[in-house]
């Protein structure tokens, strides 16, 4: 066996930016992509702009978007998550490369999941952090929902008064995103787009986006919960802000601002500890320590017997 699958020609991880230095998404629509050196571009009838691909956490592709070869090798190569979405980012399709290369936080979900007892512990932290004035030891599932489920309610009533807002219920229809009033609308960009941070994250340092700990059945079953984890205290409120300030194109106007407060609360960085935090707990005795698990990891081994990990690039016969 080789010790190359795991690496790339391009960079190291120590030159790589971190994912919480990096911007935490930017939606594209109607424009082709394509690269210039180390950057890619965004052409449409308006002219072409320059980004930089290594400060891009995730890059959201819309409808009417195009995208060459050359740009996904380099956004490759920087590590970005690339989110193929629909209009105004409500739906999503598919997703790109992402920038780990340790296996430290996967085996450490895997474990956590695969048991169920660890699997209600990680349920529990992740409501701990969402609300941590309560103490959820000892709630069983049911009651962690239902309390969760009289936070959400209790945060829209609350951002009604607030905003001066009205507020009736929580409205989507798949599919239509302009079926909901002004600041469903709001909400339901504001969700999107914290579904493409947490996803960008997620797969950045190396987790499955299909193992849950709260959702479940779905391949983003983890980016559902970690994007959930700061619904009531950004999402939601900025969306009502929104929708207080116009009914205008609340989509647009949402994902701006919503950028905008990411950067200035340092998410991409909180997400980033928010789930080492919650998975760390379960890595095996054996592995990199946490610091590493998203600088300096890039090299595979062979599991042998009794946990031993052995180098790679090696044939090992009968006598050795």
Not at 2 to 28: C, H, M, N
Not at 187 to 204: E, K, S
Not at 235 to 255: K, M, Q, Y
Not at 268 to 275: A, E, F, L, P, Q
Request: hydrophobic share 35%.
């Amino acid at each position: 066996m080789t010790d190359t699958i795991g690496r790339r020609a391009a960079s190291s991880p120590r030159e790589l930016t971190r994912v919480a230095d990096r911007s935490s998404f930017l939606y594209l629509e109607r424009c082709t992509v394509h690269r210039d050196t180390n950057a890619i571009t965004a052409t449409d009838a308006e002219g072409t702009s320059h980004i930089p691909a290594a400060t891009i956490g995730t890059l959201l592709l819309g409808p009417g978007t195009r995208v060459t070869h050359q740009a996904m090798s380099v956004l490759g190569e920087c590590g970005a998550s690339v989110a193929w979405v629909g209009e105004n980012g409500v739906r999503f399709y598919a997703a790109g490369r992402a920038l780990t290369r340790s296996s430290t936080l996967a085996e450490a979900q895997a474990t956590a999941w695969a048991n169920r007892r660890a699997r209600l512990d990680v349920a529990r932290a992740m409501y701990r952090l969402r609300f941590p004035d309560e103490d959820p030891t000892g709630l069983t599932r049911r009651e962690l929902l239902g309390r969760e489920g009289t936070h959400v309610k209790d945060c829209y009533r609350a951002q009604s008064a607030r905003t001066g807002v009205p507020w009736k219920r929580r409205h989507y229809v798949p599919g239509d995103f302009t079926a909901g009033d002004a600041v469903n609308q709001a909400i339901t960009a504001a969700a999107q787009c914290m579904y493409g941070i947490a996803h960008a994250v997620a797969t950045a340092i190396g987790c499955s986006t299909a193992l849950g700990f709260v959702h479940s059945g779905h391949e983003l079953s983890f980016v559902l919960d970690i994007a959930d984890l700061y619904k009531t205290e950004i999402g939601i409120p900025l969306a009502f802000d929104i929708a207080a300030e116009s009914d205008e194109d609340p989509g647009p106007r949402t994902r701006r601002a919503l950028r905008d407060r990411i950067h200035e609360v340092g998410l991409m960085d909180r997400c980033v500890t928010d789930i080492k935090e919650l998975l760390l707990p379960y890595k095996a005795a054996d592995s990199p320590d946490s610091t590493a698990v998203d600088t300096e990891i890039d090299h595979v081994t062979l599991q042998s017997d009794h946990d031993l990990q052995v180098p790679s690039g090696t044939n090992y016969g009968h006598d050795w």
